[in-house]
């Protein structure tokens, strides 16, 4: 069972940079689908982007096209979601989540490994 733990989500000014993480444990991610997710207050868990682990195709949400970016460090079996010119309005929990398929879903409900989020907070 592949277990999931992210890292590196803190307070950051709009504009600025910042690089959150996701580590797989406990299983190859071979044939899996690995995504990121976020969740802001008082609002529903949407689909920011995802990678596929075989050959790294990749899909984004619109709002993070030209902004973010994922990849995947085969080696490390980590996922990173860097994230640029950060706006107030990125502000959410970011989750990990993985689904044992290679299509790169954008719906919550087709993964079923998630981790426990970490939290982005952008200030104006």
């Known amino acids: 069972q592949v277990q999931l733990v992210e890292s590196g989500g803190r307070l950051v000014q709009a504009r600025d940079s910042l690089r959150i993480s996701c580590v797989a444990s406990?299983?190859?991610?071979?044939?899996?689908?690995m995504a990121w997710f976020r969740q802001a207050p008082g609002k529903r868990r949407e689909f920011v982007a995802a990678?596929?682990?075989?050959?790294?195709?990749?899909e984004y949400a619109d709002s993070a096209k030209g902004r973010f970016a994922i990849s995947r460090d085969i080696a490390r079996n980590t996922v990173h979601l860097q994230m640029n010119f950060l706006r107030p309005e990125d502000t959410a929990v970011y989750y990990c989540?993985?689904?044992?398929?290679?299509?790169?879903?954008?719906?919550?409900?087709?993964?079923?490994?998630w981790g426990q989020g970490t939290q982005v907070t952008v200030s104006s």
């Open positions: 406990g299983s190859s991610l071979e044939h899996y689908a």
């Open positions: 990678v596929r682990w075989n050959d790294g195709k990749i």
């Open positions: 989540a993985a689904r044992d398929g290679e299509w790169l879903s954008t719906l919550v409900n087709d993964y079923i490994l």
